[in-house]
């Protein structure tokens, strides 16, 4: 039970960090909304957020690098959380808690490295991520820069 509500609660903390505005200030304020401590929400901000000083204050601000990593984060988390295998119906959950469509979304699940799979036809699974990842070994890539 714990191990699924340990991802869970990340997933949500990192959708509400998306929802926010995208200057952030009052760490405590994030902290409340977040239901986070605010060394957690400061960890949190500080690998979504450029991190700044302005007047004795700091800043978080998101630029879209930072929101598309985010993204990244819940795609990876969500596919964690389902068993590396989303379907259709939480795919279009999803599309709705991020804002965004159903190709921004895939964007973000393909650069996870999961495989997309669409049509009328299919009611089932809609993304999969295949683990352990199957990365290209060394001597392949040494082999096609020689070549290339």
């Not at 039970?1 to 304020?29: D, G, H, Q, Y």
């Not at 450029?50 to 984060?73: A, D, H, I, P, W």
């Not at 999961?114 to 070994?137: H, M, N, Q, Y």
Request: proline share 2%; charged share 30%; hydrophobic share 45%.
């Amino acid at each position: 039970m714990k191990a699924r509500l340990r991802p869970a609660f990340f997933l949500l903390v990192l959708i509400r960090i998306l929802k926010m505005r995208k200057v952030l200030k009052n760490l405590e304020w994030i902290s409340q909304k977040l239901e986070c401590d605010a060394e957690a929400t400061a960890k949190l901000l500080g690998m979504f957020c450029e991190v700044r000083e302005n007047k004795g204050q700091t800043v978080y601000t998101r630029s879209k690098f930072m929101e598309s990593k985010l993204c990244c984060y819940i795609a990876v988390v969500a596919l964690h959380l389902h068993d590396f295998s989303i379907s259709k119906d939480v795919h279009s959950r999803l599309c709705t808690d991020l804002r965004l469509n159903a190709a921004q979304l895939n964007s973000f699940f393909k650069q996870a490295g999961a495989t997309i799979k669409s049509g009328k036809a299919l009611d089932a699974t809609v993304v999969t991520l295949d683990v352990p990842l199957k990365f290209p070994k060394l001597d392949e890539l040494v082999k096609r820069k020689r070549r290339g």
